[in-house]
Nanobody
Framework: QVQLVESGGGLVQAGGSLRLSCAAS????????MGWFRQAPGKERDFVVA????????YYADSVKGRFTVSRDNAKNTVYLQMNSLKPEDTAVYYC?????????????????WGQGTQVTVSS
């Protein structure tokens, strides 16, 4: 079992930055692929990025490539999402997730554990 808690969301102007954190509990955190997803009002939950259990392999959605950076610290059981050059279309609830899955498996159904989400709002 893995419990996930996101933090770091907030309101930011377009072009600004935010850093999200996802703290995990559970002794097997280091074995999981970790993903970030986001869900805007009235839309489906979309894949953002996934990072392998080593942290060395990463797969980004095209919409965030070059602007977002994911990292993980297995010693601290934490995954980070640095978001730069934010756009109004990045506004959503951001969720972290854990699962035994390939990086390129972008469906939310491939992840077993989810956090409660953190709101990110980007104003124009």
């Amino acid at each position: 079992q893995v419990q996930l808690v996101e933090s770091g969301g907030g309101l930011v102007q377009a072009g600004g930055s935010l850093r999200l954190s996802c703290a995990a509990s559970g002794h097997t955190f280091g074995n999981y692929t970790m993903g970030w997803f986001r869900q805007a009002p009235g839309k489906e939950r979309d894949f953002v990025v996934a990072v392998s259990w080593t942290g060395h392999s990463i797969y980004y959605a095209d919409s965030v490539k070059g602007r977002f950076t994911v990292s993980r610290d297995n010693a601290k059981n934490t995954v980070y999402l640095q978001m730069n050059s934010l756009k109004p279309e990045d506004t959503a609830v951001y969720y972290c997730a854990a699962g035994y899955t390939r990086l390129t498996s972008t469906s939310s159904g491939n992840y077993d554990y989810w956090g409660q989400g953190t709101q990110v709002t980007v104003s124009s």
